[in-house]
């Protein structure tokens, strides 16, 4: 079973920028990242499948970029221009799927601790 450790998260405001890191134990398929705000159900906020391009949620596409680096097996996720509406729980997720959709988090097998994203007004 892979192993996520994410780091990178914290606190600005309105108009800032923050980088997410996650550090993958081994190689994987597909990851991505996804986010739980407050009340709120996880969503898919942006993910990288083995095959086919990067998938951004209409919430963040422009704002937020998703990269991989294969040879240190770690997931990146730069968030520039974030809006309160950003803040929650940002969670890497590691997929055995060549192409999972953004959304479908049950094709994610393995989740990293999560890491807290605030960003105030």
């Known amino acids: 079973q892979v192993q996520l450790v994410e780091s990178g998260g914290g606190s600005v405001q309105a108009g800032g920028s923050l980088r997410l890191s996650c550090a993958a134990s081994?190689?994987?398929?597909?990851m991505g990242w996804f986010r739980q705000a407050p009340g709120k159900e996880r969503e898919g906020v942006a993910s990288i499948p083995w095959l086919g391009t990067t998938s951004y949620s209409d919430s963040v596409k422009g704002r937020f970029t998703i990269s991989k680096d294969t040879v240190r097996n770690t997931l990146y996720l730069r968030m520039d221009s974030l809006k309160p509406e950003d803040t929650g729980i940002y969670y890497c997720?590691?997929?055995?799927?060549?192409?999972?959709?953004?959304?479908?988090?049950?094709?994610?097998?393995?989740w990293g601790q999560g890491t807290q994203v605030t960003v105030s007004s």
């Open positions: 997720a590691a997929s055995t799927a060549l192409r999972p959709p953004l959304n479908a988090a049950n094709l994610y097998s393995a």
């Open positions: 081994t190689s994987v398929n597909s």
